[in-house]
DNA sequence: TCTTTGACGCTTC
DNA sequence: CGAAGCGCCAAAG
């Protein structure tokens, strides 16, 4: 969990990164669902970049009727990222930190 | 205990 | 694209 939200706030702004990725960097391949908990149960408090974190496919996963889903792509155009119909293009957005990085920031 | 339920992902058809 | 199947696993009931 810590692992998770500390590769979260490491997301730079105007870059996004898939829930499945984040597991990967947190060490935790394949449990991309434990990700998306890891964020609801995250401590507002925390000021995790949350909207940041979108599908694989480059979706937000909240239904496209809720506030929720309004409120991420509003957070996302903020800070310059191209959301047509609940959808970016990773190809363009995807965060890839190199190894360097991640190592860097990692514990072992 | 067992079953259902997710802010998910990948492959196949 | 979209739907179906299967994998994954903590929580809640």
Same mark, same amino acid.
Not at 32 to 57: C, E, F, G
Not at 64 to 77: D, P, T
Not at 80 to 98: A, F, H, Q, S, T
């Given at each position: 969990?810590?692992?998770?939200?500390?590769?979260?706030?490491?997301?730079?702004?105007?870059?996004?990164?898939?829930?499945?990725?984040? &597991?990967?960097? &947190?060490?935790?391949?394949?449990?991309?669902?434990?990700?998306?908990? &890891?964020?609801?149960?995250?401590?507002?408090?925390?000021?995790?970049?949350?909207?940041?974190?979108?599908?694989?496919?480059?979706?937000?996963?909240?239904?496209?009727?809720?506030?929720?889903?309004?409120?991420?792509?509003?957070?996302?155009?903020?800070?310059?990222?191209?959301?047509?119909?609940?959808?970016?293009?990773?190809?363009?957005?995807?965060?890839?930190?190199?190894? &360097?990085?991640?190592?860097?920031?990692?514990?072992?």
């Amino acid at each position: 969990m810590e692992k998770i939200w500390h590769i979260i706030t490491m997301i730079p702004p105007g870059r996004v990164i898939s829930y499945g990725k984040v &597991a990967d960097y &947190a060490g935790l391949p394949g449990r991309a669902r434990y990700v998306s908990k &890891a964020l609801k149960t995250a401590p507002d408090a925390m000021q995790l970049p949350w909207h940041r974190v979108i599908n694989s496919q480059g979706k937000i996963s909240f239904k496209e009727n809720s506030a929720a889903f309004q409120e991420q792509m509003e957070l996302l155009r903020l800070e310059g990222i191209e959301v047509i119909r609940g959808r970016v293009k990773l190809m363009n957005y995807e965060w890839r930190p190199d190894m &360097a990085t991640l190592v860097m920031a990692m514990p072992f």
